[in-house]
């Protein structure tokens, strides 16, 4: 099946610092990526759809202006969390849209941020 | 508006013993499913997906659901488990690939050696 990898695997920061976090589908194009947020001991909410070349849809009560998203090509797109604070710390999963046959998304295998 | 529902938070269950974790979803389209599993402190695994035809369902580690769509259910199934089967398990579904995927709650499955 398609690859989707993310960079890094896991961060530590301080708070007030901003973190990048990346997501590339390696081996297709995905036009549509989604970046979703785990707490420990919950199910995954999404946080936003990234679409290739244009603005970011926040899902409702994620902060846009804290949780910045860019998709600059077709093959990656980028989660940057600005002045992170420890309640940012979570487990950061993407996922890129696969529309080819067995339409599905490929998951990433997530980003752990802890934030001191 | 679309949802999953995962009864069973926690689902303890002896070696070699066979399980079942319930999933019901409500959607007024029609949607692809899915089974994910997640080991401790790792990312998501796809156990199966159903998109179309057989509503019987085969997916990786012998597990196996079915899609009834009177019941709008999705139920995961095991013959026998293993230890290695303690993970968290999560239902989930999906309009299209450009949709979002929507989580169930989660399945905590502790395999009793």
């Known amino acids: 099946g398609a690859v989707v990898s993310q960079h890094p695997s896991w961060v530590i920061c301080k708070s007030g610092t901003s973190v990048k976090i990346e997501c590339r589908s390696l081996?297709?194009?995905?036009?549509?990526m989604f970046w979703y947020r785990q707490f420990p001991k919950q199910s995954l909410m999404l946080m936003a759809t990234?679409?290739?070349?244009?603005?970011?849809?926040?899902e409702q009560g994620v902060e846009k202006d804290k949780f910045l998203i860019n998709h600059a090509s077709l093959t990656l797109s980028t989660l940057t969390v600005t002045s992170a604070h420890p309640e940012d710390s979570s487990f950061y999963i993407c996922?890129?849209?696969?529309?080819?046959?067995?339409?599905?998304?490929?998951f990433g295998p997530g980003t752990r941020l802890l934030v001191l | 508006a679309q949802s999953v529902t995962q009864l069973d938070s926690q689902v303890p269950v002896f070696e070699e013993a066979p399980v079942e974790l319930r999933c019901n979803y409500s959607?007024?389209?029609?949607?692809?499913l899915f089974w994910y599993v997640q080991y401790p402190n790792q990312g998501l695994q796809l156990l199966l997906k159903?998109?179309?035809?057989?509503?019987l369902v085969k997916g990786i580690n012998g597990f196996e659901a079915e899609f009834n769509k009177s019941q709008t259910s999705f139920h995961l199934r095991k013959p026998s488990v293993h230890i290695s089967d303690t993970a968290e398990y999560f239902c989930?579904?999906?309009?299209?690939?450009?949709?979002?995927?929507?989580f169930g709650p989660g399945t905590s499955l502790s395999v009793i050696p």
């Open positions: 996922s890129a849209s696969w529309t080819g046959p067995g339409e599905t998304q490929y």
């Open positions: 081996d297709f194009q995905a036009t549509t």
């Open positions: 990234s679409n290739e070349g244009s603005k970011a849809t926040y």
């Open positions: 959607s007024s389209v029609s949607v692809y």
């Open positions: 159903y998109l179309s035809g057989s509503t």
């Open positions: 989930a579904i999906m309009k299209t690939s450009y949709d979002k995927v929507i």
